[in-house]
Each structure stands twice: as structure tokens, then as C-alpha cells.
């Protein structure tokens, strides 16, 4: 029989705050009634703990679950998704202001067929001036006047 | 450098603002004693697993209700609690288990140690096998205990001490028949 005023089962799950514990050990060194008490409390506790504890058999899933999708209009809020907005219009306003104006064929025509005509008239000026320095030589060597 | 793991107030902080990637290192931390502790409550692997997923699911939902961070365990097994016993309720009554004696004379092999625990507790009530579940296994103090059980400290003494007194008478014999 152990001492009712001692409490062994608090005590072997540590429930006795410091002086209490310290006079439950006292005692139980002069008492072998509560020695065996202890002991007996101590070996139900030592052989619960010989179940261990099991694994998790599967991940409690919970990123899949709808409950803890973000709303949609909490998805405009997060960082990575304004990012990309931001990359995205800056791509376009810059495609837009830096668009090349439209092309006029008629215009493009009109300017080459110019430059072409200027060219065949810096080719006929040549050609003439270089045909009257030929006929003023002819002229001078056999004083022929060719015209 | 000294790394400080996170404190699970500062993943309650961030789970309560919608940070699901914190609420999950939360579950993480607590999946496995919530799971044991429902185990070992509801004696079926499958139905424990699908009310830890439900425990968790309520907690997530009723964190903003929690006042107390510091006291998440408590908490939590609280809605453990909650929820095991709501199963138990739907549950038809169940034969009593037999208990499984050692075989006198022999060394006990830890696996027949385990059945004999097991068949034990078994054998307790449901409120006296919760009591041992989270004082033995989960080790909260009797305050916590009263919290998680709605009750007042005495009554879970009293389960726990009448739990461990039969479990005693039960477990000792195992052994002295050894």
C-alpha cells in the first residue's frame, strides 16, 4: 500500500513542480510501500511507450484543394503575375510607338523613276561634252570643219 | 550565421493572411501526432487519415478565430478532439476486443508487446483512452489536457488515473506472466 497523499502517477508524468517532486523522492527512499507503487506506474508507462508512432500514410493534400485556390481577382495581386502585365504592355506601347509608317508604292515609284531620269541626264551632259571636245580636235587636225 | 527554424506563431501569421505554402510547413510539423493521436482513437487507419484531413482543413478555416498562437497545439487537438468523437457518435457500437494474454513462461516479442498495448487501450473508454493518448503520447500538461477536453482538471485526472490503474492491472500481469 502506498501513502494516499503522494501522488505517484503525477509524479512518473511529471506533473510535480519542483518541491513537491523533491518530497515525493524523500519519501519514497524511506517507503517501500510507495516504492512499489512507483514502480508499478513507472512499468504501464514504459511498456505504453513501446507503440510507436506510425507514418503519415499519404500527405494531408491541401495546394490542390479548391478551398486554398486563390479567388481570381487575387490572382491580379500577386507580384509575379503584375511582372508579367507590366513586361506586357511595355512590349506593346513600344510596338506601337515605333510602328514604321505605312509604304506609298506610288511614291517610291515616282522618286525612282526621278532619280533615274536625272542620272540618264547627267549621262547624256557627259556624253555631249565629251562629243564637242572630240569634234573641236577633229576640227583643229584636218581644219575640216565637221558638224 | 545561426539559423532559427520558424516559429509555428510566425507561420500562423502568414497563414492567416493567405500564405497557403506556410499553412502547409504547419501541417507538415503536426500531421503526424494529430494522425497517431486519431489512430490510436479511432482504431482505423483510413478513417484517422480522412479526419486529419478534415482536421486540418477546419483549422486553416478557423485561424482567424485562434487567439492565442503560442497555444496552436492545444488548439488543434482540440478540433482533433472534436472531430474524432463526432465519428465516433455516427459509429454503431462495437463488440469488446478479447484480450490477448502472453504466453506464460517465454519472452514476449516486441511486436506481441505492441498487440497487448494496442488491446489494451482498446479495452478503455473512449474518454479514458484520450486521456492517456495525449498525456502518454502527445505529452501536454493537464491544463492543456482540461482545454483540448473542455473540462475542468479533475475530470481528466480522474479519467486518466482510472485509465492508467487498468491499464496497470493489465499490463503488469503481462509481464509477471513473463
New interface residues.
Partial sequence: MSCEQYDWKAYALGELAGSERREAEAHSATCEGCRGELAHVRLTIETLAVLREEEVPRRIAFVSDKVFEPRWWQTFLRPSFAAACVIAAAILAHGFMMRPAAVDNAEIQAAVNKAVAEVQQRNEDAVNRVDKKVMSFYNVATGIKYQ | MIFREVEDRDLIAKARK?N?ES??LL??RW???V??YL??LVSN?EDA?DV??EV??KA??SLPKLDDPERFGAWLFRIAHNEAFSLLRRRKPEGEMPVERGTVGRQLL?IE??LA??TA?KRLSEDQREA?LL???QGF??EEMAEILSCPVSTV?SR??TA?DL??AT??E??HEL
Wanted: proline share 2%; hydrophobic share 40%; charged share 25%.
Fill in positions: 493567405g497557403v499553412y502547409n501541417v507538415s500531421e503526424k501526432r494522425f497517431n489512430l490510436r487507419r487519415m486529419s484531413q486540418f482543413l486553416y478555416q516486441p508487446l505492441s498495448v494496442e487501450l492517456v498525456k502518454v503520447y500538461k493537464f485526472k486518466l488515473y492508467l491499464l496497470k499490463l503488469c503481462v509481464h
